[in-house]
């Protein structure tokens, strides 16, 4: 049986500039920058819309949502992306897989594309960060 090897998402946060103890330079061109950011953080129950509207046609999308994975950013909406849907893709290994190798593929970041290896009994585990050579 052959299963994924990926990076985790502090590594991946640090290789676009998104680390939440790094540089977050991209946070000055979001498009939340320019308005209310109230709509980004609704009370409980109360609709996303709104926000994901504006994150979908925003330049830094992706830095955004994964600064709220690696910071592990409980409330409102980063990256189009609202509590409850980080939520789903954090417990649920194969929408995580995939957020992460979509993130690095639209970052161009070769090092950090998923890569298929070997067998789960094999000395390396699913865990394993992989990076193939640039």
Sequence with gaps: ??????????????????????????????????????????????STKSAKKVCAGCPVRMQCAVYAFAGNE?????????????DKIRGDRARLEAFIADCANKAGLDEFTTITV?????????????????
């Design 1 to 46: 049986m052959l299963y994924t090897v990926i990076p985790d998402l502090a590594e991946l946060a640090t290789a676009i500039d998104a680390h939440p103890e790094g540089g977050n330079g991209w946070k000055l061109e979001g498009l939340c920058a320019e308005i209310d950011g109230e709509q980004f953080f609704p009370e409980k129950g109360c």
């Design 74 to 86: 409980r409330y409102g909406v980063w990256g189009g992306l609202s509590e409850a849907d980080r």
């Design 118 to 134: 070997g067998t789960p009994d094999s000395d390396t585990s699913a865990s394993t960060t992989a990076h193939t050579a640039a």
